[in-house]
């Protein structure tokens, strides 16, 4: 009886140590998908947030004349923004369709939709004066 007393003990001490280890284990992916999630996320804002995090003493670079084509692997994701301002604006969220117009020509000012998110972007504003 004695030695079934401390082999349940052991057990119950083993499955102890491991929740322990799963917890912390699962904890700490959460946390690197976190900063993995902040990365992307800061990397997207671009250079405008590289502007405010830097120093007082760095000196800000000029910006390009001309912007330069943007690669074809990244039309997929100019059609996504293009689609879901227009979506937005159909919706009647016609702020939100002015933002996402926005960023896609300020990602991609090269970019084939630009033209009509310009136009599009035009006419929802006047909507919006309007209301």
Same mark, same amino acid.
């Given at each position: 009886?004695? *030695? ?21 284990? &699962? ?12 990365? !992307? ?14 120093? #007082? ?6 910006? +390009? ?5 943007? +690669? ?6 100019? *059609?996504?923004?293009?689609?879901? #301002?227009? *979506? ?5 969220? !016609? /702020?939100?369709?002015?933002?996402? $117009?926005?960023?896609?020509? #300020?990602? $991609?000012? !090269?970019?084939?939709? /630009? ?5 599009? !972007? #035009?006419?929802? *504003?006047? &909507?919006?004066? &309007?209301?």
């Amino acid at each position: 009886m004695n *030695k079934l007393f401390w082999l349940v003990v052991l057990v119950f001490a083993a499955a102890l140590v491991w929740l322990f280890w799963y917890v912390r284990r &699962k904890a700490e992916q959460r946390r690197l998908a976190e900063e993995a999630r902040a990365a !992307a996320f800061l990397s997207d804002l671009g250079p405008a947030a590289r502007a405010i995090h830097a120093p #007082a003493s760095a000196h800000p670079t000029p910006a +390009p004349i001309a912007p330069a084509p943007a +690669p074809l692997g990244d039309l997929a994701q100019q *059609k996504l923004l293009f689609e879901a #301002a227009h *979506k937005a604006g159909e919706a009647g969220e !016609a /702020a939100l369709a002015i933002q996402l $117009y926005g960023r896609l020509l #300020a990602r $991609y000012p !090269a970019t084939s939709f /630009a033209e009509p998110a310009r136009s599009a !972007a #035009a006419a929802l *504003k006047r &909507k919006l004066v &309007k209301t």
